[in-house]
């Protein structure tokens, strides 16, 4: 399948794996891009350019297919060492970089020296037009479905999509209740070149997480998302548990004189203890409504080949029923 996004990325299905923090590793990036799709690398999970940099040679090890490195900007008093991540990436020979969190201008320069392309993640319209006015190759647009951060507008994909497809000059994937070929193939027909897959790749024998976690999102339905911090504006899909719980008790009692600090023991240093150690009420993490449509946890290679395979079938078998009788009238 040919889209502008296989095209701009060098890749076989249009298919990305989102950068996730403590699940982002090289083992699941190198198996989704050796699947034919395209792998990310989650810098800030590694805490250091040193360490992105061993890595990526370690996911370069492992494929010899195109990678790409998530980049994140956050706000933060004492920032991590953004400079040094780009000139760790650009050593690297990565030709991708998926942006996300606050305006990456002040990146792009460098980056598009090295030639490497740019996608950057966007909850709206308006931040998507932004991002293609200074200059990035591609965006990511996330609808309210999205496990993580979706922004503050609550616009689903369905509205979501076909209003980027109106707006953009450039390729842009759906992201949010991306789950399979009829997930694809919907996106495809809103107008975006390919999806963004987050929620549905940590569910998988390949990604480096604890058991409980995939198992976590085989049992939930599409009901079992709460969505935290709204009151602070920087809003978080998460699956619920008993730290999300609390959190939540807390949000309601606090009001509107909430603190980050109020939350901080549900939300902050808690994703290794959930991700690696299995501690599922540790607090939040993310997890897209998508998980209402997890039913199994296939390998990377069997997800990506029965998705291109249900989205060929869909596309070949229910539009050609459509288009047949129409082309044996005319």
Known sequence: MRTNITELFGIEHPIIQGGMHCVGLAELAAAVSNAGGLGIITALTQG?????????ARCQEMTDKPIGVNLTFLPAVNAPDYPG???VIIESGVKIVETAGNN???VLPALHEAGI????????????????????DAVSVDGFECGGHPGEDDIPNMILLPRAADELKIPFVASGGMADGRSLVAALALGAGGMNMGTRF?????????????????????????LVM????????????????????KEKELGASLKFEDIADEVAGVYPRIMYKGEMDAGAWSCGMVAGLI???????????RTMAQADEIIRRQFGLISAPMAAAS
């Open 48 to 56: 250091s350019p040193e360490n992105l940099a061993k890595e990526i």
């Open 85 to 87: 991540y780009v000139r």
């Open 104 to 106: 990456p201008s002040q």
């Open 117 to 136: 392309k740019v996608i950057h993640k966007c909850t709206s319209v308006r931040h998507a037009l932004k991002a293609e006015s200074i200059g990035c």
């Open 202 to 226: 940590v569910a998988t024998k390949d990604a480096p997480v604890h058991e409980n976690v995939k198992q976590a999102i085989l049992d939930a339905t599409e009901l079992d998302t709460r």
């Open 230 to 249: 709204r009151p602070l504006r920087n809003t978080e899909r998460v699956l619920n548990n008993k730290g999300v719980e609390r959190l939540i008790e």
């Open 295 to 305: 039913d199994d946890i296939p390998t990377v290679a069997e997800l990506i080949d």
